[in-house]
C-alpha cells in the first residue's frame, strides 16, 4: 500500500490569462492560494500573460506566456497565442505532476491538452461566468454557443473547482461530468470591518452624514450591470429616500458611466486600508451583477457590515439570505431594485439588523480555511489516480 500523498509531493503548474497585469478578484484569489500552497511546501510555477508595469508583483514563481491585447476596446486584457515552444520548454523542465488552469481561453486549452497527453493530473477552476458577456454587448445569440464551449473546457479536466455550490448546480445543468469540489473565497476581516467607517471621509466627498450612501464596488466594465445600476438610479430619484450614488473602482466604461449616474460621487480606485474605508462608509452595497461566480465584493461588504442588495443570481444567492443580510431582487428590475435599496436607506434599524447578520455570516470565510480546501482537493485527486 502506497503512502498517502504529501503537499511536499506536489509540483502544481498554474495557468491564468491573467495573474497580476490588471487587478481583479480572479488573480487575487489564484495569488492567495499560491501562497498558501508554498508555505505548505507544494512547489508552484504560475504561467501567464505579463504586462511590463503589472497592478501588483506576483505571488510566487511567475512565467510570462507571449500575449497580444484583446480587441473591442479591452486592450488592457492580454490573451496568450496558445502554448509556444519557450512556455512549453519551460513547462517540460519544472516537470510538474498536478496543472491547473484558472481560464477557459487558448492558453487554457493548451495545458489542459498538454496535461493529457502525458497522463498529467488537470485542475479547472471557474472564477467569471463569462458565458453571460455577450448579453451585455448585444450579442445574446452567443451566450448558447459559450455554455456548450465551457462544457466541453470543463469535461476535459480531471477535477473542477467552482466557489460555491450554486456554480456547481449550473455545470451539471449545461452537462460538466467531471467531479466538482467547492473552492470558496475568503476575506481580510481586518480590512473590511465597520470599525474602519470613516464620516469625515464622506464629507470630504460631499456626503452627509444624514444621507444614505448607495455604494458599488468594482471594475467600470459594462458586464457589471452598470446599465442595471443606471437604471436603478433613475428610479431612486423618484422616491423620498436620502441617498446619494457612490462609486468605487475605475475602468473603459467609467465615462459613459459618470454621464448615466450624473449625480454619483467618483472616488476612483481605492486599494488597501482605503479601500476598507470606502466600503465600510457605505450605507447599502448595490450589486446588479450576474457575472459573478461568487462575489467577492459582496462578501467584503457583508463583513464591514453593510446590507445588500444584490441580482438574485449566483454569486449572491449562496451568500446573501434575502431578509436577513440583505435583499436579492430579480436581475434586471429596477423598480424592486429601487423599492429595497430605499427601505434600507430609510429604516435605520433595518439597516442595523441587516449589516449585522451579514458581519456575523461573514466571519466564516477565511482564507486560510478556504485555500486548504483546494489544497485537500489536489491531494484527493492525486490519491484517486493513484
Same mark, same amino acid.
Given at each position: 500500500?502506497?503512502?498517502?500523498?504529501? !503537499?511536499?509531493?506536489?509540483?502544481? @503548474?498554474?495557468?491564468? /490569462?491573467?495573474?497580476? #497585469?490588471?487587478?481583479?478578484?480572479?488573480?487575487?484569489?489564484?495569488?492567495?492560494? $499560491?501562497?498558501?500552497?508554498? %508555505?505548505?511546501?507544494?512547489?508552484?510555477?504560475?504561467?501567464?500573460?505579463? $504586462?511590463? %508595469?503589472?497592478?501588483?508583483?506576483?505571488?510566487? +514563481?511567475?512565467?510570462?506566456?507571449? @500575449?497580444?491585447?484583446?480587441?473591442?476596446?479591452?486592450?488592457? #486584457?492580454?490573451?496568450?497565442?496558445?502554448? !509556444? /515552444? =519557450?512556455?512549453?520548454?519551460?513547462?517540460? =523542465?519544472?516537470?510538474?505532476? &498536478?496543472?491547473?488552469?484558472?481560464?477557459?481561453?487558448?492558453? *487554457?486549452?493548451?495545458?489542459?491538452?498538454?496535461?493529457?497527453?502525458?497522463?498529467?493530473?488537470?485542475?479547472?477552476?471557474?472564477?467569471?461566468?463569462?458565458?453571460?458577456?455577450?448579453?451585455?454587448?448585444? &450579442?445574446?445569440?452567443?451566450?448558447?454557443?459559450?455554455?456548450?464551449?465551457?462544457?466541453?473546457?470543463?469535461?476535459?479536466?480531471?477535477? $473542477?473547482?467552482?466557489? @460555491?455550490?450554486?456554480?456547481?448546480?449550473?455545470?451539471?445543468?449545461?452537462?460538466?461530468?467531471?467531479?466538482? +469540489?467547492?473552492?470558496?473565497?475568503?476575506?481580510?476581516?481586518?480590512?473590511?470591518?465597520?470599525?474602519?467607517?470613516?464620516?469625515?471621509?464622506?464629507?470630504?466627498? /460631499?456626503? =452627509?452624514?444624514?444621507?444614505? =450612501? $448607495? /455604494?458599488?464596488?468594482?471594475?467600470?466594465? %459594462?458586464? %457589471? *450591470?452598470?446599465d442595471v445600476f443606471a437604471a436603478v438610479a433613475r428610479a431612486l430619484r423618484q422616491r423620498s429616500a436620502p441617498h446619494r450614488l457612490l462609486v468605487i473602482g475605475d475602468g473603459p466604461a467609467r465615462d459613459w458611466f459618470a454621464r448615466e449616474v450624473p449625480d454619483a460621487v467618483f472616488a476612483g480606485f481605492q486599494r488597501g486600508e482605503a479601500l476598507g474605508r470606502a466600503v465600510a462608509s457605505m450605507d447599502v452595497f448595490f450589486n446588479p451583477s450576474v457575472t459573478e461566480t461568487f462575489g467577492n465584493v459582496t462578501l467584503e461588504a457583508m463583513a464591514a457590515s453593510v446590507p445588500v442588495v444584490a441580482a438574485r443570481a449566483t454569486g449572491a444567492c449562496d451568500l446573501v439570505d434575502d431578509g436577513e443580510t440583505g435583499f436579492l431582487v430579480p436581475p434586471r428590475d429596477a423598480v424592486a431594485y429601487a423599492d429595497a435599496i430605499a427601505r434600507i436607506a430609510t429604516e435605520p434599524g433595518l439597516r442595523q439588523r441587516l449589516g449585522q447578520a451579514g458581519h456575523d455570516k461573514a466571519a466564516g470565510y477565511r482564507w486560510d480555511t478556504i485555500n486548504q480546501a483546494a489544497l485537500d482537493s489536489y491531494l484527493r485527486l492525486m490519491a484517486r489516480r493513484g
Open positions: 500500500m502506497s503512502a498517502p500523498v504529501q !503537499p511536499s509531493d506536489l509540483r502544481v @503548474a498554474v495557468f491564468s /490569462g491573467n495573474y497580476n #497585469y490588471v487587478r481583479d478578484g480572479a488573480n487575487q484569489a489564484l495569488n492567495l492560494l $499560491v501562497g498558501h500552497l508554498l %508555505k505548505q511546501g507544494v512547489t508552484v510555477r504560475v504561467y501567464s500573460p505579463t $504586462v511590463a %508595469k503589472p497592478a501588483f508583483p506576483p505571488t510566487g +514563481d511567475l512565467v510570462g506566456v507571449p @500575449a497580444i491585447p484583446l480587441p473591442m476596446g479591452r486592450s488592457e #486584457y492580454r490573451m496568450a497565442r496558445g502554448l !509556444p /515552444g =519557450a512556455t512549453r520548454a519551460d513547462l517540460e =523542465a519544472f516537470a510538474p505532476n &498536478l496543472v491547473h488552469v484558472s481560464a477557459p481561453e487558448l492558453l *487554457g486549452h493548451r495545458a489542459l491538452s498538454w496535461a493529457r497527453a502525458r497522463g498529467i493530473a488537470t485542475v479547472a477552476s471557474l472564477h467569471t461566468r463569462f458565458e453571460t458577456y455577450p448579453r451585455y454587448y448585444h &450579442l445574446s445569440i452567443l451566450e448558447r454557443p459559450f455554455e456548450r464551449m465551457l462544457t466541453r473546457f470543463y469535461n476535459r479536466a480531471d477535477q $473542477v473547482l467552482v466557489p @460555491a455550490p450554486g456554480m456547481a448546480a449550473i455545470l451539471r445543468g449545461w452537462g460538466v461530468t467531471s467531479p466538482i +469540489d467547492i473552492w470558496s473565497r475568503g476575506v481580510d476581516h481586518d480590512r473590511f470591518s465597520p470599525a474602519r467607517r470613516d464620516l469625515a471621509w464622506r464629507r470630504s466627498l /460631499g456626503i =452627509a452624514d444624514e444621507v444614505a =450612501a $448607495v /455604494g458599488f464596488l468594482g471594475r467600470l466594465v %459594462k458586464e %457589471k *450591470g452598470l
